[in-house]
């Protein structure tokens, strides 16, 4: 597993896209400045609004995107990317453009002496039957590589579609469904030996959690979302920090 002792930084669910030029900005400058005094960044999924595949790298704004990292790797920081819901089909070609390691979800790291389970969450919200369903169906790689095979124009159409069609289901759901199921976590947290610290995003409810199991504890920081602010969580040394960063404007 990976081991880090220095200042490493976590953030999810930036949803990148044109459509919000200001987080664009405000995560650009969050690379410049905060990040590039970190040993590690991870990013735990849905960094893009959607990806439509790697072919659409050429793309402006996701050269911009791309650069950014890849001038960061340079300055010797290390950088991990976990797929979301969103932005699962990112692949190969992305990660080695932007000097990024992809993470398997779940993922164990250790800090320090502490060892820390990453996820990007949409995994543990098993109350949503539909969604999961739709979830397996898309994680699968003959389903990728059918949709992979259509022109790209074609896959950011169906991308729209289903995006709409989720808004709409969401707005009937029940924000329980929509949040992650304690029975879940716990197997999850048993399943990796109860490691104290969980961390991850995908349900935009930043929190901190404390979860007794077996005479024993796990911290479960939930990331926020960067609609309106964007926001990380810092370990140095022993601590973690959530820091909420100004948008730039």
């Not at 610290?197 to 796990?218: A, W």
Request: glycine residues 4%; aromatic residues 10%; contains cysteine.
């Amino acid at each position: 597993s990976t081991h880090h002792n220095g200042r490493v930084l976590f953030i999810s669910d930036l949803h990148l896209c044109e459509s919000r030029p200001e987080i664009t900005r405000t995560f650009l400058a969050f690379l410049s400045t905060e990040a590039s005094q970190a040993e590690a960044l991870y990013i735990l999924g849905d960094l893009f609004e959607y990806w439509a595949g790697d072919d659409d790298m050429a793309m402006p704004f996701h050269q911009q995107i791309i650069h950014a990292f890849a001038t960061l790797a340079n300055q010797n920081v290390k950088i991990f990317l976990m797929h979301g819901n969103r932005d699962f089909l990112i692949a190969d070609d992305f990660c080695q453009a932007a000097k990024v390691t992809l993470l398997n979800d779940p993922t164990l790291i250790q800090l320090g002496d502490q060892r820390t389970l990453l996820s990007h969450g949409d995994a543990l919200c098993t109350d949503d039957e539909a969604y999961q369903a739709m979830r397996v169906q898309f994680r699968q790689p003959a389903w990728q590589e059918k949709f992979l095979s259509q022109p790209l124009a074609n896959r950011k159409a169906q991308i729209a579609n289903i995006r709409m069609q989720s808004e709409t289901a969401k707005a009937s759901k029940s924000m329980d469904i929509m949040d992650v199921n304690p029975n879940a976590v716990s197997a999850l947290l048993q399943q990796f030996n109860f490691p104290p610290f969980f961390i991850h995003g995908h349900t935009h409810r930043p929190n901190v959690h404390t979860i007794q199991l077996d005479n024993k504890t796990t911290t479960r920081y939930v990331l926020g979302d960067w609609y309106e602010q964007g926001s990380y969580l810092t370990f140095e040394q022993t601590r973690f920090n959530v820091v909420r960063l100004p948008t730039e404007n």
